[in-house]
């Protein structure tokens, strides 16, 4: 095995840039105590690239993903590029199609509650305290986002635009052997989300998990309509553990699992293949309102290096000593402006700040 590791890193538009690199200084504090030397390369993305090559994915920057060992993505998109057709635009252009090129069909997103943070959460306390620590595997190269045919037909009245939802058996079984060995590792219990009361993916996706569950008598599977999911999410969310969804429902409650966190600013996520290549990147996006501004919460964009460094490097070690340190910096009151409440002991810091204050608490 070779003793070099080659992450390539995508910035891309909006805050990217700012947030990937506070991420790259605590890279640069930790690659010491990484058995592996790491080589990074830096290469252009999303509305970026198309400002300079016309084109949001340049073959130089796949070149660079293919012969790398890991992509560290920031997020691309915004309102400047909203005018292009959708399959020209930053989000479909370059990161929907690293997403197919790699077959990354695997998207991990962890969801946690930091006391510090708790303020933050629109969840009553009286919901908040019993914490939770939430898994959520979304199936991310098949269903609805690509399912075809799909456009728009006829003029006027007559005009009409169609989509088409399609999961094989065999996506459905693979996404599911990732959930119940994530489900093994945690608490052993999976709840998976469809409306298989309408919608025929939904039924097919429903009967596959439970054949595949007999492979795994130890992890307890539940099913959830996705409608009841997203109220149950607001009720009573410690019930969950691992929530495993197809496409389209990964995208909506993933994003409410990061709302009732607190911050989208926080959250990290990771997209593997079958031979667990990787894509790491923040769940939010591109945050153009606050960009170029130095207010955007970097956070995110560093756990997600955490996460790299977990399950590319397998130095699990190294990415926990990087959660402690944002933990530290946290309960010491140190906020970015989406994180600020005015309360007693925070003190508002700048995304420069935040990124140097974690990477000196890193020990
Ligand atoms: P967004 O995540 O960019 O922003 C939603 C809200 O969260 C905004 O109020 C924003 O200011 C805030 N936010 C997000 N990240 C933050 C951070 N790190 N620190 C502080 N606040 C943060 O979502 P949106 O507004 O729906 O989309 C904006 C652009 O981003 C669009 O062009 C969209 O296509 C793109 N987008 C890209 C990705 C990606 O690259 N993976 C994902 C989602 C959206």
Not at 316 to 344: C, E, H, P, V, W
Request: hydrophobic share 40%.
């Amino acid at each position: 095995m070779s003793d070099i590791f080659k992450i390539a890193i995508l910035p891309g538009d909006g805050i990217g840039p700012e947030i990937m690199k506070q991420a790259i200084k605590v890279l640069e504090k930790i690659e010491k105590y990484i058995t592996k030397k790491i080589v990074i390369d830096t290469y252009i993305v999303g509305g970026a690239a198309i400002n300079i090559y016309g084109n949001p994915l340049p073959k130089k920057t796949l070149y660079g993903c293919e012969k790398s060992n890991a992509i560290l993505f920031g997020s691309v998109g915004g309102p400047e590029w909203d005018y292009l057709p959708l399959n020209k635009r930053p989000e479909k252009g370059s990161l929907l199609k690293l997403r197919k090129h790699f077959n990354l069909f695997a998207n991990i997103r962890p969801t946690f509650f930091y006391k510090d943070l708790g303020i933050l959460s629109p969840l009553k306390e009286k919901i908040l305290y019993k914490g939770f620590d939430i898994v959520c595997i979304r199936e991310l190269t098949g269903g609805i986002y690509f399912g075809l045919p799909n456009g728009r037909k006829g003029k006027g009245i007559d005009e009409y635009a169609f989509d088409t939802e399609i999961y094989s058996r065999f996506e459905i079984e693979r996404i599911a052997h990732i959930a119940f060995n994530i489900a093994l590792k945690r608490k052993k219990k999976i709840c998976s989300i469809d409306k298989a009361n309408v919608l025929n993916t939904s039924i097919l996706w429903r009967e596959v998990l439970t054949d595949i569950s007999k492979q795994y008598i130890s992890v307890k599977l539940e099913h959830m309509y996705i409608d009841n999911a997203v109220m149950q999410l607001m009720k009573n969310p410690s019930q969950f553990d691992v929530i495993l969804c197809p496409n389209l429902f990964g995208d909506i409650i993933s994003d409410q699992c990061a709302m009732i966190s607190g911050s989208v600013g926080n959250l990290p996520s990771a997209s593997f293949n079958q031979n667990y290549f990787g894509l790491y990147e923040p769940s939010g996006g591109s945050a153009p309102s606050i960009a170029g501004k130095n207010i955007a919460n970097p956070i995110a964009q560093i756990l997600s290096l955490a996460m790299l460094i977990e399950y590319s490097l397998k130095e699990k070690n190294i990415s926990q000593k990087i959660k402690n340190a944002i933990k530290k910096i946290l309960n010491m009151g140190y906020r970015t402006k989406d994180l600020f409440t005015d309360s007693i002991n925070e003190k508002i810091i700048t995304t420069d700040d935040m990124g140097t204050l974690i990477m000196e608490t890193i020990i």
